[in-house]
């Protein structure tokens, strides 16, 4: 259906925006709800943020996705918040209600999402996760939640892993940057939530010998889809899992909050999405 001057409009913002799949995501789910919605990447830098979003709020906007590097932000600007947000310390979903803008982070359930299939038995998992960002902190956050009690951090700035970890792991063990493969001994649940491997970034190279089989690894990055560390640890055996359906989990309980009804069930949505990748 094509949008008209009636059309409900929601969309995502970030600096810079135009990687973003969010907009190609939410444009297959509106197709296939045949709904009179809009869906627009928001290019909004970090000095025009608050006066942005608000201005889009009076403009009658549903809502907004958000990404790096206004999590934070997001979350200061919203009257109100969900738990989880506060907990982890950054939005990636503004809501737009009359009683004000409403903060949540779909980041945690998105992780879970991709993670489903792999069957992990959490209260077994012995986790090991790269990275002290805002992916970090929402997927930690989320094993949390989901019973795992045993949780390594290992980040290149060490003093960003132990904030981290006071604020959402405080048992989670600190592992220095230069002892990362060591860390891999006994761990059976890796967690790529760094920017290495990103298209154009170092790859996040690791020692995979040192991890016994029946493992999982999970790169939260999907530009590309295959990511070294993701080849390195199909070549080990171990179940590997890309960021493209903590994408998706992410942008479905966004899309229900954008326009009041449910994600459709789009089961070729993975296939659509890879073919995008492939042709941009
Ligand atoms: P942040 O910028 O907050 O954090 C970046 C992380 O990467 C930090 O831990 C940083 O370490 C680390 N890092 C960056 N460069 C290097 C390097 N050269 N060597 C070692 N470590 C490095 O980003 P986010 O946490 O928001 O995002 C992290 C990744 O997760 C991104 O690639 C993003 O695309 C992805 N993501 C994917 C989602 C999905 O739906 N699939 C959702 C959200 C994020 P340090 O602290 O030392 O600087």
Same mark, same amino acid.
């Given at each position: 259906m ?5 059309a ?6 970030g600096?810079?925006?135009?990687h ?9 789910w509106?197709?296939?709800a ?6 627009a990447?928001?290019?909004?830098s ?5 006066s942005v ?6 403009a009658?906007?549903?809502g907004?996705?958000?990404t ?8 200061e ?6 738990g ?6 950054a ?25 489903? $299939? ?5 209260s077994?998992?012995r986790?090991l996760?790269f990275?002290?960002g ?18 390594? =951090?290992c980040?290149?700035? %060490? ?13 989670a ?9 060591d860390?891999?001994?006994g ?6 939530a760094?920017s ?14 040192r991890v016994g089989p ?5 790169d939260? %990055?999907?530009t590309?889809?295959?990511t ?8 080990r ?10 994408? =998706?989990?992410?942008a479905? $309980?966004?899309?229900?909050?954008f ?17 995008h990748?492939?042709?941009?």
């Amino acid at each position: 259906m094509i949008p008209t001057g009636a059309a409900l409009v929601a969309g995502v913002t970030g600096d810079p925006i135009a990687h973003s799949l969010s907009p190609v995501v939410m444009r297959h789910w509106i197709d296939a709800a045949e709904i009179n919605a809009l869906y627009a990447p928001f290019p909004i830098s970090a000095e025009n943020f608050d006066s942005v979003v608000r201005g889009l709020a009076r403009a009658g906007c549903r809502g907004l996705n958000v990404t790096l590097p206004h999590k934070e932000a997001a979350l200061e600007l919203a009257q109100t918040a969900s738990g989880p947000a506060r907990a982890v310390g950054a939005a990636n979903l503004l809501t737009f209600t009359p009683s004000g803008i409403h903060a949540d982070n779909t980041d945690i359930a998105g992780f879970l999402y991709a993670l489903a $299939p792999a069957n992990v038995e959490f209260s077994q998992a012995r986790a090991l996760v790269f990275g002290a960002g805002g992916a970090a902190r929402a997927m930690l956050y989320a094993l949390l939640t989901v019973g795992v009690t045993d949780i390594a =951090i290992c980040n290149r700035n %060490i003093t960003r892993a132990q904030g981290l970890a006071r604020d959402i792991v405080p048992a989670a063990r600190i592992i220095p940057w230069e002892a990362r493969d060591d860390a891999l001994q006994g761990r059976n649940l890796i967690v790529n939530a760094t920017s290495l491997g990103l298209a154009g970034r170092d790859d996040l190279m690791l020692d995979w010998q040192r991890v016994g089989p029946g493992s999982v690894a999970f790169d939260s %990055i999907y530009t590309p889809v295959k990511t070294r560390f993701l080849v390195d640890a199909r070549a080990r055996g171990l179940t590997a899992i890309d960021g493209l359906d903590m994408l =998706i989990g992410q942008a479905r $309980p966004s899309f229900e909050a954008f326009f009041k009804r449910p994600a459709p069930a789009l089961t070729d949505l993975r296939t659509r999405l890879l073919k995008h990748l492939e042709a941009h």
